[in-house]
């Protein structure tokens, strides 16, 4: 069971727009920055999404992050296939003083 | 360009110990936290263990806390996971991987390509 929880998948057609949550706690979202990565089929994890609505250098602008109080969101505009993926919410938890993941989220284009 | 290579990993039996190893390349790396994730086969990540740019600051998970043990080679710009008693549970491709921030912002960018370790008998 993961500290932080994420729907296990969720899917919608090309161009549309989804979004992931990620629900935590006081420990974790409500007081420290959220990071997502994005893990393609076979690949190593790349970072997505940084202090919580940042994205780095080289990461498409149809991506976007946000949060409020203890939940986050990761939003995707414009599906495209290449988008398929799994997509893991992260943050530091003060209580376990420690990072966390949460479960993960696989995304379906149809 | 920022490069990190993992290797040591393989095929023990339960109990045994085994040293992995990412070699860092492309940046400064006594400059930068470094950590350690796994991906059991089939499941998500899951967080095993942080050192701190000079090593003065270990995390571990509990999963894992008291059988491995993170180092640093700054001046071999090395990272290591030493694996003792491990466990079927602990099969996963482990990944290294680069914080940047503070310790408890870290952002991990970017990732190795992963190193399979496999406990069983």
């Known amino acids: 069971q993961s500290v932080l929880t994420q729907p296990p998948s969720v899917s919608g057609a090309p161009t549309q727009r989804v979004t992931i949550s990620c629900s935590g706690s006081?420990?974790?979202?409500?007081?420290?920055?959220v990071n997502w990565y994005q893990q393609l089929p076979g690949k190593s994890p790349r970072l997505l999404i940084y202090?919580?609505?940042l994205l780095p250098s080289g990461v498409s602008d149809r991506f976007s992050g946000s949060k409020s109080g203890t939940s986050a969101s990761l939003a995707i505009s414009g599906l495209q296939s290449e988008d398929e993926a799994d997509y893991y919410c992260?943050?530091?938890?003060?209580?376990?003083?420690?990072?966390?993941f949460g479960g993960g989220t696989k995304l379906t284009v149809l | 360009e920022v490069q990190l290579v993992e290797s040591g990993g393989g095929l023990v039996q339960p109990g045994a110990s085994l040293r992995l190893s990412c070699a860092a390349s492309?940046?400064?790396?006594?400059?930068?936290?470094m950590h350690w994730v796994r991906q059991a086969p089939g499941k998500g990540l899951e967080y095993v263990s942080l050192?701190?740019?000079?090593?003065?600051?270990?995390f571990y998970a509990d999963s894992v806390k008291g059988r491995f043990t993170i180092s640093r080679d700054n001046s071999k710009n090395t990272l290591f996971l030493q694996m003792a008693s491990l466990r079927p549970e602990d099969t996963a491709v482990y990944y290294c991987?680069?914080?940047?921030?503070?310790?408890?912002?870290?952002?991990?960018?970017?990732w190795g390509q992963g190193v399979l370790v496999t406990v069983s008998s």
């Open positions: 991987t680069r914080g940047t921030g503070t310790v408890a912002g870290s952002r991990l960018d970017p």
């Open positions: 492309g940046f400064t790396f006594s400059s930068y936290v």
């Open positions: 050192i701190s740019s000079v090593g003065g600051t270990t």
């Open positions: 006081s420990s974790n979202i409500g007081d420290n920055a």
């Open positions: 202090y919580d609505d």
């Open positions: 992260a943050a530091w938890d003060g209580s376990l003083n420690g990072p966390v």
